[in-house]
Antibody, heavy 117, light 112 residues
Framework: EVQLVESGGGLVQPGGSLRLSCAAS????????MNWVRQAPGKELEWVAN????????YYADSVKGRFTISRDNPKSSLYLQMNSLRAEDTAVYYC??????????WGQGALVTVSS | DVVMTQSPLSLPVTLGQPASISCRSS???????????LAWFQQRPGQSPRRLIY???NRDSGVPDRFSGSGSGTDFTLKISRVEAEDVGVYFC?????????FGPGTKVDIK
């Protein structure tokens, strides 16, 4: 059974940093693209970042480019999102989502990030 | 970026009755490889999104056959043949044909 479990969410002040993790199991992690997707309160889902199976390429939404970094550790079957220079508008539930054939399939349960003073 | 719209945004339904949600894209979702990367997700209250349909009309494993997807080009539909209580939640479409992937705003389905 595919499982994705996010951790690392919490309350952080504007301008601060936070690192999210996503532990994957139930599939061969190193074979899949992985994504971060977020859902701000009352807003639409927004794709945030994507990383190739071998970690060689990464892609970001314009709203986070230069502030967020996606990475992965294939031997540990883990995905990460380093978030720096956080803003109030980054407040959201962050999901890790597996990518396959131009689409997301499985999602984790989400991690809440709140940016507030 | 592609813009995805859905209608209605709120859909009160009667148990046992059909329901239909429309999703429209600002550009054709036909990929150069001939596939159309349009999916539907269900998000029940307090849960993470679950994919129901991929590539317009393919049902995911374990999805009840009362859910069906159809459409082409820029116009797509998710139908529930007979709504059950467990179908309450938000349904959204997402396109994966053009970069970046874009989600629709979601349609909230609840019981009358």
């Amino acid at each position: 059974e595919v499982q994705l479990v996010e951790s690392g969410g919490g309350l952080v002040q504007p301008g601060g940093s936070l690192r999210l993790s996503c532990a994957a199991s139930g599939f061969t992690f190193r074979n899949y693209y992985m994504n971060w997707v977020r859902q701000a309160p009352g807003k639409e889902l927004e794709w945030v970042a994507n990383i190739k199976p071998d970690g060689s390429d990464t892609y970001y939404a314009d709203s986070v480019k230069g502030r967020f970094t996606i990475s992965r550790d294939n031997p540990k079957s883990s995905l990460y999102l380093q978030m720096n220079s956080l803003r109030a508008e980054d407040t959201a539930v962050y999901y890790c989502a597996r990518g396959f054939d131009h689409m997301f399939d499985f999602w984790g349960q989400g991690a809440l990030v709140t940016v507030s003073s | 970026d592609v813009v995805m719209t859905q209608s209605p945004l709120s859909l009160p339904v009667t148990l046992g009755q059909p329901a239909s949600i429309s999703c429209r894209s600002s550009q054709s979702l036909v990929h150069s490889n001939g596939n159309t990367y349009l999916a539907w997700f269900q998000q029940r209250p307090g849960q993470s999104p679950r994919r129901l349909i991929y590539k317009v009309s393919n049902r995911d494993s374990g999805v009840p056959d009362r859910f069906s997807g159809s459409g082409s080009g820029t116009d797509f539909t998710l139908k529930i043949s007979r709504v059950e209580a467990e179908d309450v939640g938000v349904y959204f479409c997402v396109q994966g044909t053009h970069w970046p992937p874009v989600f629709g705003p979601g349609t909230k389905v609840d019981i009358k």
